[in-house]
């Protein structure tokens, strides 16, 4: 059974960082672009970034977080991650990561998500 987990998240000050993991469990994810999205109380899920497979160079990183949050994988570990520095309290919200068509311009989630973990940024 295909499943994707995220982990990383927790309580940050502003301008504290985290580092976010995306694994998976029965499937190789350097064959698969990547995405990271979130979702705050109330709001619509955001894109926030993605990484193609490991045979395609695409990248998308959204304009809220462009400077901030940087997008990588290692396959050795079967693993990408999410890092984010300079973190504000507008980016509380729940991560979750998922198979996704990652274009320059933007990314769409696809069939397989993890559960989510909270990111909460207050002082």
């Known amino acids: 059974q295909v499943q994707l987990e995220e982990s990383g998240g927790g309580l940050v000050q502003p301008g504290g960082s985290l580092r976010l993991s995306c694994t998976a469990s029965a499937f190789t994810l350097g064959h698969y672009a990547i995405g990271w999205f979130r979702q705050a109380p109330g709001k619509e899920r955001e894109g926030v970034s993605c990484v193609g497979s490991t045979n395609r160079s695409s990248t998308f990183t959204a304009d809220s977080v462009k400077g901030r949050f940087t997008i990588s994988r290692d396959n050795t570990k079967n693993t990408v991650y999410l890092q984010m520095n300079s973190l504000k309290p507008e980016d509380t919200a729940v991560y979750y990561c998922?198979?996704?068509?990652?274009?320059?311009?933007?990314?769409?989630?696809?069939?397989?998500w993890g559960q989510g973990t909270q990111v909460t940024v207050s002082s």
């Open positions: 998922a198979t996704a068509f990652c274009t320059s311009g933007g990314v769409v989630g696809l069939a397989y």
